[in-house]
């Protein structure tokens, strides 16, 4: 019993001491694992290593001649990266050192050319020692399948990741450098007044210093190399086209935007044609001329630039040359009437002038829309203008056929039409006329001389002629007619002697309508107020004892019939209008002549008679000859305001009437 306890306990104890040998084996099994993963991890890189002297021999003597043609230029292309990366400092601020600047942004691009030209063929030699190395077993598969990841990698990233964007923020800040000197130095350049008679216009010097513009050189020359010249040249155009603009707006151009809805004929913005004409001569002469010039300098022929012609095109067209254009283009739309001819003569004028301007600035292939829009109004313009030459005679003659004027005056017709044909044979307006009838009809296939122009305007004039004559037998009242015609003699005369058109019309021409004048002035004369002294006739008034009540009775009558003849005619004829001072001068002059006299002494003889003191005597004694004769002074003096039109017949709805109320100097045809 004693015995089986004690094998018991021997087995017992031999069982724990088991037990604490797993215990300390299962604690060094597990200190093991990390060492052996460890050791797992290190075998391919050992085995890698060790892979050589397991190599055929030949392959591990020729890969050392691949291995260093591989790495030589490698190492190369490594030291200038590194390079690279060292200039960044320098390429912070052009401002302060630009010449500096472009030096090593130079060197920069030469750096990149330099790896671009070599990166590929050291990545192409790494990737042949790949290779050689994979094909050979000589390196272990998962080393250089690494490899092969990492030199493609390098090949999708490609030359422009080679700088880390270096050279893009460099050519920004040149891009920012560019536009700041452009905008520090463009300044909104003043209008100048127009050259006096005999001087010539002065043209604007260079809007940019001449460093300013050796700087913008220098930095083209650096972007147009990075391929940044379209960029170049938006900064460019951007910047000058606003300094133009500023320029122009300081000159309050919004007329320019006025529609052909916004103003019923040409004289409404008549000013506007005037102000629109020196700002356009101001605008090519000054601003585009010298836009022209810099775009010129700035964009020299020496960097190899076709592009400074294109760069002012856009400048042009942006500040504002396509509104001078198109604001010709609406005057041509505007109602027709003859003041309407002489603008367009005007804006003709302005662009003949500027023809070799507009050639030189605008003759380029880039400026093709300008060309086309100024083609087009400078045909409007002359086919607008002798459109309404060719159509005045007819014009005229539809006048015919309107009543005359009720106070006997001078049409407004024959006023403008006078006025208005002298100012086309005129110095100002003769040759441009006649040069736009010269082109339209060469536009025709049709030869024109000189003679045409003086033809119709003397074929007008004889139509005026022929249009007083048809008002004259308007009137019932025939003394009215006689104050008509006097008038308008007179003004023929008057106004067409010693002018271009008076000469052509000839002395005997003239003459003939001074002839006229005196022959109806006689006339108007003689049917009228010369009747007047015949009533106060002196028979039967011989004053003897016992016929004074008589004689008395007699110069009552007289006076009375005299009186009522004297205010029926003033009445009338005080309505009645001579509107050449001269002229209706002498006329009452003419009357009181006739009249006054014979009442003074008419008065002094016979007034006696009639003064009494019943207070009768005014009736009969009316007027003194002072009052007589201050009245018939004051006849056919023009009324402070008149109104009254000529009505003209449509033709082609292209014409209005002509109006009475103009001003004589600038009458109109609406």
């Not at 001072?581 to 002549?593: G, S």
Request: glycine share 6%; aromatic share 8%; net charge neutral.
């Amino acid at each position: 019993m004693e015995q089986g306890t004690e094998h018991l306990l021997s087995a017992r104890k031999s069982l724990l001491t088991n037990l604490e040998k797993s215990k300390a084996l299962g604690l060094c099994i597990q200190e093991a694992g990390p060492r052996l993963a460890e050791i797992n991890q290190r075998l391919p890189s050992l085995e890698a290593i060790i892979r050589p002297i397991r190599a055929p021999k030949d392959a591990l003597s020729a890969v050392a001649g691949h291995i260093n043609r591989a790495v030589v230029p490698a190492t190369a292309v490594l030291k200038v990266f590194e390079a690279i990366h060292g200039l960044e400092k320098s390429l912070y601020d052009p401002q302060s050192d630009l010449s500096g600047y472009l030096g090593v942004l130079k060197r920069l691009e030469e750096a990149l050319s330099f790896l671009g030209e070599n990166c590929d063929m050291a990545i192409q030699w790494l990737a042949d020692i790949v290779e050689y190395l994979e094909d050979h077993r000589v390196a272990d598969g998962r080393f250089t399948s690494s490899l092969k990841e990492e030199l493609s990698r390098l090949r999708k990233l490609g030359n422009s990741g080679l700088d880390g964007g270096l050279l893009k923020v460099a050519l920004d800040r040149l891009e920012n450098e560019f536009r700041r000197l452009l905008m520090e130095h463009s300044i909104p350049l003043p209008m100048s007044d127009p050259p006096l008679p005999g001087e010539r216009a002065c043209i604007a010097p260079s809007p940019l210093p001449v460093f300013v513009i050796q700087r913008l050189q220098a930095i083209l020359v650096r972007l147009i190399a990075n391929n940044r010249l379209e960029n170049c040249i938006s900064i460019y155009v951007e910047v000058r086209s606003s300094n133009v603009r500023a320029s122009l707006q300081a000159l309050n151009l919004d007329y320019l935007e006025i529609s052909v809805s916004e103003f019923n004929d040409v004289l409404s913005i008549e000013s506007h044609i005037a102000q629109w004409g020196r700002h356009l001569e101001f605008a090519v002469k000054h601003l585009f001329e010298a836009e022209y010039k810099l775009c010129n300098d700035v964009f020299d022929a020496r960097l190899g630039l076709d592009v400074w012609m294109s760069c002012f095109a856009k400048i042009a067209a942006q500040a504002g040359i396509l509104a001078f254009l198109k604001f010709g283009k609406t005057v041509t739309e505007s109602k027709k009437d003859p003041i309407k001819l002489l603008k367009l003569l005007d804006v003709f004028s302005l662009l003949n002038k500027l023809r070799l301007d507009f050639n030189r600035l605008f003759g380029g292939a880039a400026c093709a829309e300008i060309q086309n829009l100024t083609r087009d109004l400078i045909k409007r313009v002359i086919v607008g203008a002798c459109e309404i030459f060719w159509e005045l005679l007819l014009q005229v003659e539809l006048q015919r056929q309107t009543s005359p004027p009720l106070d006997g005056s001078v049409p407004k017709l024959v006023i403008f039409i006078t006025d208005y044909s002298n100012k086309l044979l005129g110095d100002d307006y003769k040759q441009i006329l006649t040069q736009a009838l010269a082109i339209e009809r060469s536009w025709k296939h049709e030869k024109y001389h000189e003679q045409l122009l003086i033809d119709e305007l003397l074929n007008i004039i004889n139509s005026v002629e022929l249009n007083i004559e048809t008002w004259s037998k308007g009137y019932q009242d025939p003394i009215l007619s006689y104050l008509f015609l006097m008038n308008n003699h007179w003004h023929l005369y008057k106004q067409l002697k010693g002018t271009k058109l008076g000469i052509l019309l000839g002395d005997v021409w003239l003459q003939k309508h001074e002839h006229n004048k005196d022959f109806y002035s006689d006339a108007l004369l003689k049917e009228s107020w010369s009747k007047l002294p015949a009533l106060l006739s002196r028979e039967g008034l011989i004053l003897f004892s016992g016929g004074r009540a008589t004689a008395r009775d007699l110069v009552k009558q007289r006076l009375k019939a005299f009186n009522e003849a004297f205010d029926e005619m003033y009445q009338k004829q005080s309505n009645w209008v001579i509107l050449d001072k001269d002229l209706r001068e002498k006329v009452c002059q003419r009357i009181v002549q006739a009249i006054v006299p014979v009442y003074r002494s008419y008065m002094q003889n016979y007034g006696p008679l009639v003064e009494q003191k019943d207070g009768s005597a005014s009736k009969y004694a009316k007027y003194t000859v002072q009052a007589l004769e201050k009245m018939l002074s004051s006849l056919f003096l023009p009324r402070p305001v008149r109104h009254g039109s000529f009505k003209v017949r449509r033709t082609s709805g292209r014409f209005n009437s002509i109006s009475n109320g103009q001003d004589p100097s600038s009458p109109s045809m609406k």
